[in-house]
């Protein structure tokens, strides 16, 4: 068995809507059939128990070395506690060649699964080889908790994706983005992006912060920064005993040393605080630890933190009660889990030497033994929900704290008697201000319910109603998408919105590009969503990008399907008919929104049929309104748009409104039969979105099929009183649409300039110049830069081959280079004739023809 290609779909895709790894497995001879390999099923489940079923497609197909692959790498993450589901394995055209899906949550870790699947599968298949699941799923979890969102970044996701918002992790850490172009917001783990880095470093000076507050009227213990041991000293004996030494910065309670009553213990305080930054020594407060967490201008949580601690049994040691409490699976290092592992380190061992104990001490039954001073939970503390004790006045307090220094987000930390006391009436005060503060303890408190502080945050960024999201449109099809994805974002334009598009010819905002280049796929797609300025976007969105990674969002406002042909692409990447093409397409329409629409061809009967696979609302468009699709659903009240008359014309109930085809320059007064087709095409899209039709015929008045807007897209020039016309058709469907349309443009004498694509199909190269020679009199042929795997002069002469009997075309020529051929078709040109250029370099062809339309 050999995984021959191993993709990461990132977005819906073909098979789910959720993120899935897609490989492609070649199984030779016996790997074919599992029955013929002799023990291997009892083999595979006594080396990974648990494992689930093999399934098949079709219970008449046999299990192969495939499905046991994708069984595997999905159990192999479900035992290391990932949550998915999803997998599936398929037979390609190809004997012997399967593609394999199997969902993920974090991609290392399900590349990291498939690839111990593949050497389970090959010690599956050899009696003596082994194969340790245990260490494998133990590696796997770790990559897991090291890749993973921890619970404060993951609460505030969680709250985003129950309400729709989209999320987009930007880095490998915590800065998410949610939302879309202006709508974005950021945040960095439990911090916004409106906090300014200015009341960032105010929170993590501590005594700047202290004057700051004891400035608003907010109670802080008295103190100082000090220098040295010395300088400490005294300032304890200043401040009065005792004392709490601490880092003047820093989190996560590192080298902080509370109730200090002697100076041999301050000295062994000292260089704790100072290891981790500048040293400042003020007031013991005694009382509670309290964490409130302040989102905006509202108090939303708040926890009492106890010191870590164990009780004695009078029978173990306290090394050994402290590892049967760390062997609580809550517990772990770092941030993954909902309590942190009890260190015994020299601050432990410190406080223990001063109770006269070691970690070899036993205590007698019902001792409590503290292990540190204070209750951080980084250092193995818990936490108890207080959050409805809290007294107003400290709420108060705790908000004016955070308002003071500037945090949206912000921890709290105050030591008092009671939480449900007012301040003034007992000797509390605030001792920090956090920004970044973690969730876990409100998430997941050791006693007591955990609060919704992953909603409050998103609250605080989104108000109800939000979800973050511009309009958007997907356009996809064989013919005609990036004229339709132009001329949508015109309208998108005319109605003033700031608009983000993408197609095969580049990335645009505001009208400015951003990229260049087949820009078609899903990373260019993000990119779109990421920039601050987008209103709208717009995206050509390619049968490759969508094999590839998959969609570049979650859902769109519209999905446009122009039509499905059977000369697209067929052959490749196991897309072996038009179904299947038209599978693919169809993954735009299947992640439409609940309250969006789909634009569907109504006389092409595959995209016709997506309607179907449409969670939202359907907008047909033909030129027939008689079609049967079309008279169905006008019948039913439902959107359509057609043509009659001279009109387009769009209906809904008995609701009309009609667009003067002669307003519509593409179409060239409705005589060019595809370019109405793209212009209703875009009018269903701009309906959907909800623009006026006031707008959209201001926007269909103004758009014209030239170089600059719409380049290799039915661009007319004149040249010498002979009619040019560019335009990057590539298949048999758009020949015959370009027939169609030149058919009804007057001329003497028709020439067309061909090349053709050599990763296409013989039979679709030679269809397109057995199209072409029912039209036009004289043939150029040239031959592509690039022939895509083809030999030497093959491509030409497949398409000499489509002339053979061509019942028009009197002269065949072949030129080798496309600007020789171009320039040898313009050399026989006489006044009223048309030559059809068909480039194959867009941008570079339609250069040299403004050159020569220019200079002669």
């Known amino acids: 068995m050999d995984v021959q290609r191993l993709r990461a779909l990132r977005g819906p895709n073909l098979w789910t809507r959720r993120t899935a790894l897609h490989a492609v497995v070649n199984c030779e001879g016996t790997e074919r059939d599992l029955h013929a390999r002799s023990g291997f099923d009892k083999r595979l489940r006594a080396l990974l128990p648990g494992i689930g079923p093999l399934k098949v497609e079709d219970r008449h197909d046999p299990l192969t070395f495939a499905h046991a692959l994708e069984a595997a790498a999905l159990t192999l993450q479900i035992q290391a506690g990932c949550p998915v589901t999803f997998s599936q394995t398929v037979a390609t055209s190809t004997p012997g060649v399967f593609q394999v899906v199997v969902e993920y949550t974090e991609e290392q870790v399900g590349r990291a699964a498939m690839d111990a699947a593949v050497e389970l599968i090959h010690a599956a298949d050899r009696p003596q080889a082994e194969f340790d699941a245990d260490a494998v799923i133990a590696r796997l979890r770790e990559i897991d908790e090291d890749v993973r969102l921890g619970p404060s970044t993951g609460c505030i996701v969680q709250a985003a994706v129950a309400r729709g918002i989209p999320y987009r992790r930007l880095t490998d850490g915590s800065l998410v983005q949610f939302g879309w172009g202006r709508h974005q917001r950021r945040i960095w783990a439990a911090e916004v ?89 003020e007031r013991f407060l005694p009382g509670n630890d309290f964490r409130l967490l302040v989102v905006g201008d509202r108090l939303v949580a708040a926890a009492r933190r106890d010191p870590p601690m164990v009780v004695g049994d009078g029978v173990h040691t306290i090394g050994q009660l402290v590892d049967k409490v760390n062997a609580d699976p809550k517990r772990g290092d770092g941030h993954a889990t909902s309590l942190s592992r009890i260190r015994l380190d020299d601050i432990a061992r410190a406080l223990l030497a001063s109770k006269d104990l070691t970690v070899d001490s036993v205590p007698e039954k019902g001792r409590t033994v503290v292990l540190r001073k204070n209750a951080n939970l980084s250092t193995g503390g818990t936490a108890t929900d207080v959050t409805d004790e809290v007294h107003p006045q400290v709420a108060a307090c705790a908000v004016a704290a955070a308002q003071t220094v500037g945090l949206h987000v912000c921890g709290v930390d105050l030591v008092c008697e009671s939480i449900r006391l007012p301040l003034d009436q007992q000797s509390g005060g605030v001792v920090e201000v956090n920004a970044a503060p973690g969730l876990r303890m409100h998430l997941s408190p050791s006693y007591g319910k955990g609060r919704a502080v992953g909603e409050a945050i998103m609250q605080h960024l989104f108000k109800p109603g939000e979800n973050g999201r511009v309009p958007t449109v997907a356009v996809t099809g064989t013919n005609g998408k990036t004229t339709v994805t132009r001329l949508i974002a015109h309208l998108f334009a005319t109605n003033g919105w700031r608009l983000g598009m993408t197609n095969t010819d580049g990335v645009w905002v505001e009208g400015r590009q951003t990229d260049s280049g087949d820009c078609a796929g899903p990373k260019s797609a993000r990119n779109v969503l990421a920039h601050p300025d987008v209103d709208a976007a717009v995206f050509e969105t390619a049968r490759g990008g969508i094999l590839r990674e998959g969609l570049g969002f979650d859902r769109c406002d519209v999905a446009v399907v122009t039509n499905v042909a059977a000369g697209d692409h067929l052959g490749m990447n196991f897309i072996d008919t038009p179904e299947d093409i038209a599978r693919v397409k169809g993954v735009i329409v299947e992640n439409v929104s609940p309250t969006g629409w789909a634009v569907l061809n109504a006389a092409d009967p595959l995209t016709a049929a997506m309607a179907e696979r449409c969670p939202g609302r359907i907008i047909y468009f033909a030129a027939d309104r008689h079609h049967p699709v079309m008279a169905s659903h006008r019948a039913q009240g439902r959107r359509c748009v057609h043509v009659e008359g001279d009109e387009i014309v769009a209906t809904e109930g008995s609701w009309r409104a009609g667009l003067p085809l002669r307003d519509v320059l593409i179409t060239r007064g409705g005589t060019i039969g595809f370019q109405v087709e793209n212009v209703m095409a875009a009018v269903g899209a701009a309906w959907g979105v909800g623009l006026t039709f006031d707008v959209v015929q201001r926007g269909l008045s103004s758009f014209n099929s030239d170089a600059l807007t719409v380049p290799g897209r039915f661009n007319v020039m004149d040249y010498r009183g002979a009619t040019l016309i560019a335009d990057y058709g590539h298949n048999p469907d758009a020949m015959r649409a370009l027939v169609a349309a030149v058919q009804a443009m007057p001329a003497r004498r028709r020439q067309v300039v061909i090349s053709a694509a050599g990763d296409r199909r013989d039979e679709d190269i030679r269809e397109q110049t057995l199209i072409l020679g029912t039209a036009f009199d004289e043939v150029l042929l040239y031959q ?73």
């Not at 409106?194 to 103190?223: F, H, N, Y």
């Open 193 to 281: 992006d409106a906090t300014s880095a200015v009341s960032e470093s105010i929170a993590q000076d501590k005594d700047l912060t202290k004057q700051l507050l004891r400035a608003a009227g907010v109670p802080v213990p008295l103190g100082r920064p000090v220098s040295d041991v010395q300088d400490a000293w005294a300032a304890a004996l200043e401040i009065g005993l005792p004392v709490v030494v601490k880092p003047q910065g820093g989190n996560q309670g590192k080298g902080i040393t509370v109730n200090v009553t002697h100076r041999e213990q301050l000295e062994r305080a000292f260089p704790a605080a100072q290891a981790i930054g500048s040293v400042m020594v």
């Open 784 to 856: 592509d830069a690039a022939q895509r795997g083809r030999a030497d002069g093959e491509v030409l002469a497949l398409l000499r081959e489509g002339l053979k009997d061509a019942p028009r075309t009197r002269e065949v020529m072949e030129v080798r280079g496309e600007f020789a051929a171009i320039d040898q078709a313009l050399a026989r040109l006489q006044p009223g004739d048309l030559s059809l250029i068909l480039v194959d370099q867009v941008e570079e062809a339609l250069a040299h023809l403004a050159r020569r339309v220019a200079g002669d």
